[in-house]
């Protein structure tokens, strides 16, 4: 959806792009477009290769035809695919393939708080934060306090300033457990951003209740459907066991009893399901109950997701905590050795 605003022509997903067409006997995704049946193209532009697993990048590369050109765009300080592989920092490690790293930040305005502090937290300093501005820290030592902030924030003191709650603002969060994690976050915003109402029909399952009006994310790839892990939209009607969801002017999508755990809200997301997004406010927590997660890069990830405004919200040790962490797990794909020594020979 960014791209296409950003370039006035249409973009898709990677997974649209292909076909996706469901899982396969071996339970992976088959696609429409593959080896046999390859994509008519000459250039490819793909963005967001730091989010792309081994898998799926054997797959888009199986379905480019001999001749095209293919440039990925990425962001190797930011978190790694959820899958497996480290696809963009092999291709880098390689030294193989021709690549140019672009210092000129377009998101934010040059001068912007958020474009300094992102470079002073992946060289691993602490931000420069102020009470006020578009980079704020608020030092709050108790969760559930840290928490009800959040709730003030997206329903009184950011809307006075002119942003919307559901389409501007987003809260990102660490963690899905406890007052700070996302769970409780999109409890206690929808019951302050959309209230139970006779004029707002919900449905419930065994993990949250949905109500029209709310904002909900796609938790799964559905390949009949056509909507993917990470999409976002809003619940536009419910009936009786059945819900519809706008996604895009191209995209509602109906779902029935036992579809709606394929669904989350999306009032707080995680992290990582911001990746790829962009926002024009970004509210994150960082509270110690959420230390094991507290990495640089995760810290670094989520600021580079806003527009104009960054509040983080919580402990200083934390804070600390996650700009000074920046051990990242190990993956052993031996990518970048095999393209080495590939183009070697």
């Not at 963005?47 to 081994?54: A, G, K, N, T």
């Not at 809003?234 to 819900?243: C, D, H, L, S, Y």
Request: aromatic share 6%; glycine share 8%; charged share 20%.
């Amino acid at each position: 959806k960014r791209l296409t605003e950003a370039t006035g022509q249409k973009a898709v997903t990677v997974h649209r792009m292909l076909e996706a067409q469901g899982a396969g006997g071996s339970g992976a995704p088959t696609f429409g477009k593959n080896e046999d049946e390859q994509l008519e193209a000459d250039v490819i532009i793909l963005d967001e290769v730091s989010m792309m697993d081994i898998s799926l990048m054997q797959h888009f590369l199986a379905a480019v035809p001999d001749g095209a050109h293919v440039i990925f765009v990425g962001d190797v300080d930011q978190l790694p695919s959820v899958g497996p592989g480290t696809v963009l920092r092999d291709i880098l490690r390689s030294g193989v393939i021709p690549s140019v790293c672009l210092t000129d930040i377009f998101r934010q305005k040059g001068e912007s708080s958020i474009v300094m502090n992102a470079h002073a937290i992946n060289a691993g300093r602490l931000p420069v934060c102020s009470p006020q501005g578009d980079f704020q820290f608020w030092e709050i030592d108790d969760e559930e306090a840290v928490a009800a902030q959040i709730v003030e924030l997206c329903t009184k003191v950011l809307p006075q300033q002119g942003f919307s709650p559901l389409t501007d603002i987003q809260v990102l969060a660490p963690m899905h457990r406890l007052a700070c994690g996302t769970d409780n976050l999109n409890k206690v915003l929808q019951a302050a951003l959309n209230p139970k109402s006779p004029q707002r029909p919900e449905l419930t399952n065994a993990a949250q209740t949905f109500r029209l009006g709310d904002k909900v994310i796609q938790t799964k790839n559905n390949y009949t459907k056509q909507v993917f892990n990470g999409d976002i939209g809003f619940v536009m009607a419910i009936e009786p066991g059945r819900m519809t969801v706008h996604f895009s002017d191209e995209l509602e999508v109906d779902y029935e009893n036992g579809e709606f755990g394929e669904l989350a809200l999306a009032y707080a997301l995680t992290v990582h399901k911001s990746q790829g997004s962009e926002y024009p406010v970004v509210i994150l927590p960082l509270v110690r109950s959420h230390t094991i997660m507290m990495q640089r890069n995760l810290l670094y990830t989520a600021v580079t997701r806003a527009k104009r405004e960054v509040i983080l919200l919580g402990s200083k040790a934390a804070l600390n905590t996650a700009v000074g962490n920046n051990r990242t797990s190990k993956r052993y794909t031996l990518l970048a050795e095999r393209l080495y020594y590939g183009f070697e020979r």
